[in-house]
Structures are given as C-alpha cells and as structure tokens.
C-alpha cells in the first residue's frame, strides 16, 4: 500500500496545499438519509525535494460524509486552514479521531509519495443503481458495464412500492448477477423481516444496514434467523465502531468506506490481524480518493467480494480534479 507515516522515521518537511472541489450528480441520490446532488469534497497536496532536488507530489482527499459520522465539508476546511504550511511526518499522526475523512485524506497524501508496486487490477465492481423506478429503465449506462453485481437503496418510499419494484428488478436481472439492497438503516424490525422473507430464493448478495445503528442486537437476531446475509454498514463507518462491532461478535459482512473510516494504516493492520468478511464501498469519492482505496484492496487478506466502487456514471462532468497528478 505504501509507508505507513505511523511507523515512518521521515524527519523531513513537506508543503501542504489543500484544494475544494464540488462535482454534480447527474441526477440526485436518494437515501433514508435525505437526497444528495452533488460531491463536495478536498484535495490535498503534499510536496517534498527528494535527495536530487527533484519536487515530488503526493495526492490525498478528503470527502466527508456528515450522516454517517464524519465531519462535515466545512470543518474540514477549517482543519485544512489550520494546519501549518509546512509540516513532518510525525505531524500527520495528529489528525484527531474526530475528524475521520481529513485522516484518510492526509495519509492517503503521504502513501502517495511513497507508492507500493502492488497491481489492483485484479477486482470486480458492484454499481449502483438510481433509486425506484429508475432503476428499470434499460438504457442506463451501469446495466451495461460489466457489473456482475448492483446495488439498489430501499426504504425511501412505501414499502409496498418498494416491493413491487423489487420483483420487477429481480424478473430484469441478467443470470449469473446478484443485487445488494441498502436499507441505509431507514427499516423497522418488522420492515427488515418482509424484506428478508422476499428475498428468500432471490439473487441477493445481502440486505445492508437494515436497522438504525442503535438496533445492533436485532440486527444479529435476523442475521441467525434467515438465510439472507446482513451486513453493516452506518454501524461500521468509522474505525472505533468497526473495532466495536467485532468486538461486540459480528460475524457478518461489514461494509466500509476507507475514506471515512479513518487512517488507511489502520484499517488494513485491523483486516491482517482479524478476518473479517469485507466490502470496500465508495462515498462517490474522485480517482485521487479511489486510488488509495485500491492500493488498500491490494494489500488485504481475503478480499472476494466485489468492491463497491462503481459510481463513476453518477457525475455529470469529467472531473479534470481525478487527473489533479498531471
């Protein structure tokens, strides 16, 4: 993946420079959580002088998420502006816990510089599908992408409705492709049971975040009552509640999106010392953010579901910040 600056004995200084950026959804998504048209998010830049004087530059991002815990945009920024011009190794280390999406993004910045030969070519992708009724629509560039996996979110109308798109979906499904639905936690334990139940014998690879994160326990009673897999997610998003989830005997599949969860270090010296059934998933983050991602994907153990990076048909522009390198 690259060093790790934890454990890195660099003493020299690197300049920082930070740049926000604002990406259009070519059409909103709908969650439980509300409705989000657009990305905003930050760059960082880190710049060192190698032993031949030659300026080197290491990208990073920062794009938060606020509803599932991170800090918002703005007290990014206001971390960013903070931050000395001119900093060490040893200072990255003090990007506090509370500020999970700014942590990815400054050691993202600084494995960038110190990049690893570790091919990432290797995965499959899970795209995500609009919401509702666009979802069917046949002519969307994610049914002809190669996915052998989609992503539908689910508890943002009347169940019914839902239901019935559900089957629809299903009855479209090319053979060979499962479907992961997303509940973003907006179901109530009786919801969750009449979606578990229409998914018995169906292609799904497994109901995501059901229940509201305070519903931990229920979640493990439905998860050891069907067939259907339960996986985390909102319960999961940061490192501590990763940490406490396990702890507290998870045994199923946990969704985590590296660039709120915190320093990538950590993350990956977690997944070698416990095995954990993983999914890395997007927060519709740019290639900088993705980048380190899959250099993190490369280096994990036992990695075999599809990532939950196909997000790139959401955006209405080509993003000159995903070529920020050049």
Not at 262 to 290: M, N, Y
Request: aromatic share 10%; net charge neutral.
């Amino acid at each position: 993946m690259g060093i790790d600056f934890h454990k890195s004995k660099d003493t020299r200084n690197y300049r920082v420079r930070y740049q926000p950026y604002c990406r259009q959804f070519q059409q909103p998504l709908q969650t439980h959580h509300g409705l989000w048209s657009h990305r905003e998010g930050i760059l960082i830049q880190l710049s060192a002088l190698d032993s031949g004087d030659r300026l080197r530059e290491g990208w990073g991002e920062i794009a938060p998420l606020p509803w599932f815990g991170s800090e918002s945009v703005t007290e990014a920024l206001n971390f960013c502006r903070s931050f000395p011009d001119t900093i060490r190794a040893v200072d990255l280390v003090k990007v506090p816990d509370r500020l999970p999406a700014c942590q990815f993004g400054f050691e993202s910045a600084f494995i960038d510089l110190h990049p690893s030969g570790t091919k990432s070519n290797r995965f499959k992708y899970c795209g995500l599908l609009p919401t509702g009724k666009a979802a069917l629509n046949p002519e969307l560039s994610v049914w002809r992408s190669g996915y052998s996996t989609l992503k539908w979110k689910i508890g943002v109308a009347e169940m019914s409705e839902e239901l019935d798109l559900f089957h629809q979906l299903i009855s479209n499904l090319p053979i060979g492709m499962q479907l992961r639905l997303d509940a973003n936690g907006g179901l109530s334990t009786t919801q969750a049971r009449e979606w578990l139940g229409a998914c018995e014998h169906a292609p799904i690879e497994f109901l995501e975040q059901p229940l509201a994160v305070s519903e931990f326990a229920a979640m493990q009673r439905l998860a050891a009552e069907y067939s259907t897999p339960i996986a985390l997610d909102e319960s999961v998003a940061t490192f501590p509640q990763l940490v406490q989830c396990y702890e507290k005997g998870w045994q199923g599949i946990m969704v985590v999106k590296p660039a709120i969860c915190g320093f990538p270090s950590k993350l990956h010296q977690f997944c070698h010392e416990h095995p954990i059934d993983l999914v890395l998933s997007s927060v519709l983050e740019t290639a900088i953010a993705r980048r380190t991602i899959l250099r993190l994907a490369a280096t994990l153990p036992n990695l075999h579901r599809p990532l939950g990076l196909g997000t790139g048909h959401w955006f209405a522009d080509s993003a000159p910040v995903d070529t920020a390198r050049t």
